[in-house]
């Protein structure tokens, strides 16, 4: 077990629609990532944050969005779904901000866009 | 351009069969290159990090090496339970993007 736990763990929604996906990052970690992983792919980055501020974005359109809170939690916002947002949606938490540290990461939320 | 390029992309070996795991990597600057282990449905699992060429690490009867292209993931008398999905990542610094491969899917037959 890492410690970093995601909800919810499976998701349907229709396109159009807008998602909230929540994580909790592992005890102590201050910064946390945030990738999409389709079916046979390997986890594309999204972003990260980094005591509540992104510190780093991969090629992802602004509809992807994301808060840190204080207690380093975070959330991933999807407006506007796309079929092709259905995917596994994972979390990981490291500690420092840097993104050559060892991420810890969730078991993920399965979104479909129907 | 492909960041990270991991071959094969599937291998079947036979439990007690040593062979290894090829990951390539484009970015300048390396800050660090990273394997993870997932099995299906599951979150990635950290196995390790390197960050200079010439380093080496182990685990169990993993071992990472890296030099200033690739990465190998040598696994020695794999058992079942080492079937996974196995993923390299890699930081580029330029941009402050993280990047993965798409992985190789090791079967460990009985």
């Known amino acids: 077990e890492t410690g970093v736990t995601q909800s919810p763990t499976h998701l349907i929604k229709t396109r159009g629609q807008q998602v909230t996906l929540r994580c909790s990052s592992q005890?102590?970690?201050?910064?946390v990532s945030w990738y999409q992983q389709a079916l046979g792919q390997g986890p594309q980055f999204i972003f990260q944050?980094?005591?509540?501020?992104?510190?780093g974005r991969g090629n992802f359109p602004p509809r992807f969005s994301g808060l840190q809170f204080p207690n380093y939690s975070s959330e991933l916002n999807v407006n506007a779904l796309e079929l092709d947002d259905s995917a596994l949606y994972l979390c990981?938490?490291?500690?420092?901000?840097?993104?050559?540290?060892?991420?810890?990461f969730g078991q993920g939320t399965r979104l479909t866009v129907v | 351009e492909d960041q990270v390029t991991q071959s094969p992309e599937a291998l079947r070996l036979q439990e007690g069969e040593s062979s290894s795991l090829n990951c390539s990597y484009t970015?300048?600057?390396?800050?660090?290159l990273f394997w993870y282990r997932q099995d299906p449905g599951k979150g990635p699992e950290f196995l390790f990090t390197?960050?200079?060429a010439g380093e080496e690490k182990e685990k169990e009867r993993l071992k990472a090496t890296l030099t200033k292209k690739e990465s190998f993931l040598h696994i020695t008398a794999p058992k079942p339970e080492d079937s996974a999905t196995y993923l390299c990542?890699?930081?580029?610094?330029?941009?402050?993007?993280?990047?993965f491969g798409t992985g190789t899917s090791l079967t460990v037959i009985p």
């Open positions: 390197l960050y200079s």
């Open positions: 005890s102590g970690h201050n910064t």
């Open positions: 990542a890699v930081q580029d610094p330029h941009r402050n993007q993280f990047y």
């Open positions: 970015v300048s600057g390396l800050r660090g």
């Open positions: 990981a938490s490291s500690l420092g901000g840097q993104l050559n540290t060892e991420a810890f």
């Open positions: 944050y980094y005591r509540e501020e992104e510190n």
